[in-house]
């Protein structure tokens, strides 16, 4: 099956700092990857959606400014929370399409973001 | 707005027990999946379901679709401990997937 890398997997920050997460194919190339933030016990909740090359789309709500997200190429994305505050604190989960049938949804492993 | 709901959110159930878990969606789509997330991970793929009247089965899982009445089922048959966890469905639309609610599943021994 396809490889989808998430990385860090745990990150502790300081209130107004910036922490980036990255997410990378890594046996495929993505044509479109995926952001979501699930809260305890809840489901994901669709952040962003970016394809390589062009800026990412963003869900009602989400600051754009905030969650800054790079699709720089067709096999890493990167998502950076900037200036984060304690209620940025979240897991984050990235994931990829590879554009072919039946467009299925490779995970990867999850960012736990705590701001203190 | 498609909405996906799943039923029922909390499970508990004891080992040996069969049960199932339904996946109502709002909208048309041919494309359904099942996803498993354990504590602290992110989700693993268990099915993707692609026309109707699929049926597919995996250990003591089997996940159906029915895209007339817009309802998959998650079968667990004579559960196990190891089966514990939270289970998503998701539907395919346009180039957007959306989550169901989940549902969190307990088996007792």
């Known amino acids: 099956g396809a490889v989808v890398s998430q990385h860090p997997s745990w990150v502790i920050c300081k209130s107004g700092t910036s922490v980036k997460i990255e997410c990378r194919s890594l046996?495929?190339?993505?044509?479109?990857m995926f952001w979501y933030r699930q809260f305890p016990k809840q489901s994901l909740m669709l952040m962003a959606t970016?394809?390589?090359?062009?800026?990412?789309?963003?869900e009602q709500g989400v600051e754009k400014d905030k969650f800054l997200i790079n699709h720089a190429s067709l096999t890493l994305s990167t998502l950076t929370v900037t200036s984060a505050h304690p209620e940025d604190s979240s897991f984050y989960i990235c994931?990829?399409?590879?554009?072919?049938?039946?467009?299925?949804?490779?995970f990867g492993e999850g960012s736990r973001l705590t701001v203190l | 707005e498609l909405k996906v709901e799943q039923n029922p959110l909390f499970l508990s159930m004891q080992e040996g027990k069969n049960y199932t878990i339904y996946c109502n969606y709002s909208?048309?789509?041919?494309?359904l999946y099942w996803y498993r997330q354990d504590p602290g991970k992110s989700l693993e793929s268990l099915f993707v379901?692609?026309?109707?009247?699929a049926v597919k089965q995996e250990g003591r899982l089997m996940a159906s679709l029915d895209t007339k009445a817009r309802l998959s089922t998650l079968h667990i048959t004579a559960a196990v401990h190891d089966l514990s966890a939270t289970y998503f469905c998701?539907?395919?639309?346009?180039?957007?997937?959306?989550f169901g609610t989940g549902t969190s599943l307990t088996v007792i021994p």
């Open positions: 994931s990829a399409d590879r554009g072919v049938f039946p467009g299925e949804l490779f």
């Open positions: 046996d495929f190339q993505a044509t479109t």
């Open positions: 970016s394809n390589e090359g062009s800026k990412a789309t963003y």
């Open positions: 909208t048309t789509s041919d494309r």
């Open positions: 379901l692609l026309s109707n009247g």
């Open positions: 998701a539907v395919k639309a346009g180039n957007q997937f959306y």
